[in-house]
């Protein structure tokens, strides 16, 4: 979502450079640039000046920290102010926590991928915050809605009310908390109607919902390709219902990013989680500090690490560890490799985590990182158990048969063997340097720090 943005942040930035300080052209003309990136990425007015001023205040005179440059400086100016743009590097993700059941309303415009935030809400609770989950929908207006709830409830596991829709939301909403109260639920989650915000009848019912249920948190989903024009409907919700938090749905689709870098600044509410793609899975706690390194390119080192948690176990990492800096890693290791890696997520968001991906992606520009893990994959599956355990085995004839198996060349298989060996090579040169030893020490390291387990590749 922020690839133009973090462009042309970035090209700005290297054209501050060199000198003992910042002097106050280059901080005028780097802000201007700035400033025009922002409103091109659609963020408020307001907060694009606020920002630039903070920053020229900071900036001018500063004298340059050992061993940055001016241009690198600013940047550190700059990502503290994201930080607290978007939050303060103290937020925290809403626990959930109180008398059972805790409600949480889910409110939003139609269309803005609120249902499908509930299905993604109730997976995160019960899954990472291992709480007991019920759905309500309350969605009265749109018998579709509630279809579509029970179906993604279904899919992940977690009990959905069949709503009486037909009797109206505030009588699905009496019902609905008697029967969290009978079965002990931690947490219910409320999907109310898609409604635009001059729909007075609509956002008046939104009220007398929210009177009888007394919700605990009251999101409002945000679709991050409305524009700066989103904040005006958040105004209007929070006026209605006071929201306790809001929730940016598809970061992973072709919006500028201006929502993500205005909301909290101009509606006072926290942004508590953020969508990333269509999979109920596919939901992240909303980090201000992670956003903006995102933002400047910088990557994502901690969510890649509790990706990776979820992935791998530290007793596989350490096995991992042992085979790669052992020199007995198979072909067979690697392909559980690519797998963990995938079911990461969507191998480009993962990519961009680590830092310096970013750039080097926009380098391999045609090539599609899912598309070559299956060629790959292809190959490795189209081998005999002796051929992936032993590839010193694979002559011509195997590798023609390899390669009409899997739909590749001959010369495929080649070039993926020999990238092969030279990084297994590699990897059993790093533990006779005694990389390995120290690769087990970081897995049980982060894993008594509760960091996660060990990224999948080590």
């Given at each position: 979502m922020f690839d133009r943005l973090t462009e042309r942040l970035t090209t700005t930035f290297k054209k501050l450079s060199g000198g003992a300080g910042l002097t106050e052209a280059q901080v005028d003309e780097g802000l201007k640039e700035i400033r025009r990136s922002l409103l091109e990425a659609d963020v408020h007015f307001r907060v694009a000046r606020e920002v630039c001023d903070k920053i020229r205040e900071k900036a001018l005179g500063q004298k340059v920290w050992e061993k940055l440059s001016p241009g690198q400086q600013v940047v550190q100016i700059f990502h503290d102010e994201l930080v607290e743009v978007l939050g303060g590097a103290e937020q925290q993700p809403p626990k959930f926590d109180g008398k059972a059941p805790v409600v949480v309303l889910i409110a939003g415009l139609q269309g803005s991928g609120k249902t499908t935030f509930c299905a993604k809400l109730a997976l995160y609770l019960s899954k990472k915050l291992k709480k007991t989950v019920g759905i309500l929908p309350a969605d009265c207006a749109r018998p579709a809605a509630k279809e579509q709830l029970l179906i993604l409830a279904k899919r992940i596991g977690v009990p959905a009310y069949d709503s009486p829709i037909e009797k109206g939301a505030v009588e699905v909403a009496r019902q609905g908390l008697a029967w969290a109260q009978k079965e002990y639920f931690d947490v219910l989650i409320v999907d109310t109607a898609g409604r635009q915000q001059i729909d007075t009848e609509l956002m008046d019912e939104l009220g007398q919902v929210e009177a009888l249920l007394a919700p605990q948190e009251k999101f409002l989903v945000l679709d991050s390709m409305i524009g700066s024009q989103g904040l005006d409907v958040a105004k209007t919700f929070h006026e209605k219902v006071k929201l306790t938090g809001l929730i940016l749905a598809k970061l992973d689709g072709d919006s500028r990013g201006g929502v993500a870098l205005s909301a909290r600044s101009v509606t006072g509410v926290p942004i508590c989680f953020a969508g990333l793609g269509e999979k109920p899975e596919d939901l992240e706690a909303f980090h201000p500090s992670r956003m903006a390194q995102r933002i400047l390119g910088m990557g994502d080192v901690m969510t890649l690490i509790e990706k990776a948690k979820e992935s791998i176990s530290e007793e596989d990492a350490m096995q991992s560890a042992e085979k790669m800096?052992?020199?007995?890693?198979?072909?067979?290791?690697?392909?559980?490799?690519?797998?963990?890696?995938?079911?990461?997520?969507?191998?480009?968001?993962?990519?961009?985590?680590?830092?310096?991906?970013?750039?080097?992606?926009?380098?391999?520009?045609?090539?599609?990182?899912?598309?070559?893990?299956?060629?790959?994959?292809?190959?490795?599956?189209?081998?005999?158990?002796?051929?992936?355990?032993?590839?010193?085995?694979?002559?011509?004839?195997?590798?023609?048969?390899?390669?009409?198996?899997?739909?590749?060349?001959?010369?495929?298989?080649?070039?993926?063997?020999?990238?092969f060996v030279e990084?297994?090579?590699?990897?059993?040169?790093?533990?006779?340097?005694?990389?390995?030893?120290?690769?087990?020490?970081?897995?049980?390291?982060?894993?008594?720090?509760?960091?996660?387990?060990?990224p999948p590749g080590f």
């Open positions: 800096f052992g020199g007995s890693f198979t072909l067979d290791d690697f392909k559980d490799h690519l797998r963990r890696i995938q079911s990461m997520g969507p191998l480009e968001g993962i990519m961009k985590m680590i830092p310096g991906m970013g750039q080097a992606m926009k380098q391999m520009q045609g090539m599609e990182p899912e598309k070559e893990f299956k060629r790959i994959e292809a190959m490795i599956n189209s081998m005999t158990k002796e051929e992936r355990r032993n590839h010193g085995v694979l002559n011509g004839s195997r590798r023609m048969r390899i390669a009409q198996g899997s739909g590749t060349t001959v010369a495929e298989i080649n070039r993926f063997i020999k990238q990084t297994q090579k590699m990897m059993k040169q790093f533990g006779k340097m005694g990389l390995g030893g120290k690769a087990k020490s970081m897995a049980k390291m982060m894993k008594n720090r509760g960091g996660g387990g060990f």
